[in-house]
Structures are given as C-alpha cells and as structure tokens.
C-alpha cells in the first residue's frame, strides 16, 4: 500500500512537471505552413522560424524577423529554382496561404515584445 501511494505522488509530480515545461520552456518562434497539392495522407510543409534572438521593439529587429519568414516561405513554396507555368500558381496560393498564417504570429511576437 505504501509503495502504491507512493508511486502515485511520483507520477502526479511528474505530470506536474510535464505540463509546466512546455509553457517554460517555449522560444519564441512562428511556424510558417504552406499550401500545395498534396497526395491524400500526408501533411502540409511546415518549417518554424526562430525569433528569440531578434529584438522586436526595433525597426532592425522586425526588418530581421521579416527577412527570416520571407527565406523561410521561399523554402517551403518556391522548392523549384525555375517553376514551370502551371508550378507557378501553386506557389503564389502557398506564398500568400503562408503570408496569411504568418502575419498574424508576426503581429503577437510584436506586440509581446512591447509588453515586457
């Protein structure tokens, strides 16, 4: 009974801890997704952008953290050097679908910059 209530407080602890680490441990980041034809079962391209180095309240920081998710969409969208036509307007939809879920993210680390 001991070593019951004992691993018990063990895993509740552990528990404890997990949920915790995430929210600590957290760098700021944005994750930049993008939208092309895929085969039916797998998932959309994803590729995250750290920021945590960046100072957001400056001018030069925001120009840094707009260059980074630009590089970063062209990675993801633009994986052909020379697209073909019909290559062509796919990427643009993926171009502005990443564009559209970055800015938003953009914005927050922005705004959180501010605040502290």
Sequence with gaps: MKSYKHATAILTVAGLLALALPATAQEPEIVITGKMPLPEGT??????????????????????????????IKRVCWSQARPARWEVKDAE????????????????AIEKAKGS
């Design 43 to 72: 998932e959309p391209v994803t590729q995250v952008v750290r920021i945590a180095d960046l100072d957001l309240t400056t001018p030069k920081g925001k120009a840094a953290m707009e260059k980074r998710v630009k590089a970063a």
């Design 93 to 108: 939809e993926c171009d502005a679908f990443a564009w559209a879920g970055a800015r938003p993210q953009m914005k927050q």
